[in-house]
């Protein structure tokens, strides 16, 4: 099966050279694609070819997600906590640790698929998520993994374990995981924070990780209480924990936030060549504070954190915080926005080859050329221009509309399935 791409305008995503041509996009999870094909006559398509007329849009390369949040989907516009959280533990366990233990595989399910539309709507074909269901922690996992890839988006999962819900619920996490990774499917071991997750845990989620010869995801130092409670419990910070258990050397983990650190976790992270997954917007949202991230890590990425599913507009948040926490350039925040796909290449997962892209329709008022695309980037292409979607050579989005699934008819579930997590709240 061929997708043939008809006078695009190809931007190169990393030297952003910008061509006029035809692009054949192959199938499959490993597909690439071959510029300047010969568009063939319509009489002479295999089946299951097609052609999309492309003239005027901008082709590029579709974006990817380092830190995102699916069971979060049903919170949107849910009822305020009954108490009124004044930090961010307090919005931890009055809104997310009393959201999270209510949800069942139905609602986990819809809210995968809903959110697997939103990120094929806004041109984001592959999704690192961060999972927690406390209560429905058996086949979460795969549960996500079938509602991501009946909409066709790729993605790398994990289950957030932690000792926060009791031995019994740490143990499913660990056996949900392992039986997840031992499935063949791409992800990390999962776990929630440091200051939820004691030394034994520490060390099985290390052992599991080496097993399946993955890394850990999870989120560090995301406010100061991470810190106080590490110095207090352990005698050390979060990232010397970690360090010392081996977590950095693992080089498929993904740390989110790393917000609070001392200039000494600093130089480990930056020494190690660990990954990072920065999410401004939620830290903003959480009153966490926000850093620069030019001295903790040489490789971040961008993730949402459940927040949305847009990472245009992650990016352009990045990029105006950036401006007060580290002076950041057009090319830094645009390397971190790309940085995603550099990540899943070293790791080795399928999914994200030259194959996935989005079709612009790009209404620029000014020339667009190698040399402004980056101020284009930053001030000009939003998730608005997104028309079509192509994740493994196959498409999911035509003339802004999914067409994998029947979206009215997901979104009517989701809505349900929010309403029955509500009541329960
Ligand atoms: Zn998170």
């Known amino acids: 099966m061929t997708l043939y791409l008809k006078d695009a305008l190809f931007v190169d995503w990393q030297n952003l050279a910008i061509s006029p041509t035809n692009l054949a996009v192959e199938a499959g999870p490993r597909g690439g694609i071959h510029p300047s094909a010969d568009i063939p006559n319509k009489d002479a398509l295999a089946p299951g070819d097609r052609i999309l007329d492309c003239s005027g849009k901008v082709v590029t390369k579709s974006f990817g997600c380092g830190h995102h949040h699916i069971y979060s989907t049903l919170a949107r516009g849910m009822p305020a906590p009954a108490r009124i959280p004044e930090n961010f533990p307090q919005i931890l366990e009055y809104v997310w640790w009393h959201l999270d233990k209510r949800l069942d595989l139905e609602m986990i399910e819809a809210s995968a698929l809903a959110s697997a539309i939103y990120c094929a709507k806004n041109g984001v074909t592959f999704v690192i998520d961060h999972h927690a269901s406390p209560f429905a922690v058996k086949d979460s996992l795969e549960t996500i993994?079938?509602?991501?890839d009946q909409v066709g988006i790729s993605h790398m999962l994990c289950y957030e374990i932690s000792d926060r819900d009791g031995a019994e619920v740490r143990e499913?996490?660990?056996?949900?995981?392992?039986?997840?990774?031992?499935?063949?499917?791409?992800?990390?071991?999962?776990l929630h924070a440091s200051f939820t997750v004691g030394d034994p845990l520490l060390k099985d989620a290390i052992s599991l990780a080496e097993k399946h010869q993955t890394g850990l995801h999870i989120?560090?130092?995301?406010?100061?209480?991470?810190?106080?409670?590490?110095?207090?419990?352990?005698?050390?910070?979060?990232?010397?924990?970690?360090?010392?258990?081996?977590?950095?050397?693992?080089?498929?983990?993904?740390?989110?936030?790393?917000?609070?650190?001392?200039?000494?976790?600093?130089?480990?992270?930056?020494?190690?060549?660990?990954?990072?997954?920065?999410?401004?917007?939620?830290?903003?949202?959480?009153?966490?504070?926000?850093?620069?991230?030019?001295?903790?890590?040489?490789?971040?990425?961008?993730?949402?954190?459940?927040?949305?599913?847009?990472?245009?507009?992650?990016?352009?948040?990045?990029?105006?915080?950036?401006?007060?926490?580290?002076?950041?350039?057009?090319?830094?925040?645009?390397?971190?926005?790309?940085?995603?796909?550099?990540?899943?290449?070293?790791?080795?997962?399928?999914?994200?080859?030259?194959?996935?892209?989005?079709?612009?329709?790009?209404?620029?008022?000014?020339?667009?050329?190698?040399d402004n695309f980056l101020g284009h980037f930053v001030f000009g292409i939003e998730a608005r221009h997104v028309e079509s979607v192509i994740c493994q050579g196959r498409l999911l989005v035509e003339n802004r509309q999914v067409v994998t699934v029947d979206e009215k008819e997901v979104l009517a579930h989701a809505r349900a399935m929010g309403r029955k997590l509500w009541e329960k709240m």
């Open 172 to 190: 499913q996490g660990l056996a949900e995981t392992d039986t997840f990774l031992s499935s063949g499917r791409p992800g990390h071991v999962g």
């Open 219 to 370: 989120h560090v130092a995301e406010d100061r209480a991470d810190q106080e409670q590490a110095l207090a419990t352990y005698g050390k910070r979060v990232v010397e924990r970690l360090n010392e258990v081996g977590a950095l050397n693992l080089s498929k983990s993904v740390f989110a936030h790393c917000i609070h650190l001392s200039p000494k976790e600093k130089e480990l992270m930056h020494q190690s060549g660990a990954w990072v997954a920065q999410n401004v917007e939620s830290n903003q949202n959480n009153n966490v504070g926000v850093t620069g991230y030019d001295h903790i890590a040489k490789q971040v990425m961008l993730g949402t954190d459940g927040m949305h599913c847009d990472m245009l507009r992650s990016a352009k948040a990045a990029f105006l915080v950036g401006q007060a926490t580290e002076g950041i350039g057009f090319d830094t925040i645009y390397h971190r926005f790309r940085n995603i796909h550099r990540y899943i290449q070293a790791i080795g997962v399928d999914g994200d080859t030259d194959n996935n892209l989005v079709i612009l329709d790009y209404d620029a008022p000014t020339d667009l050329t190698r």
């Open 145 to 148: 993994a079938r509602a991501f």
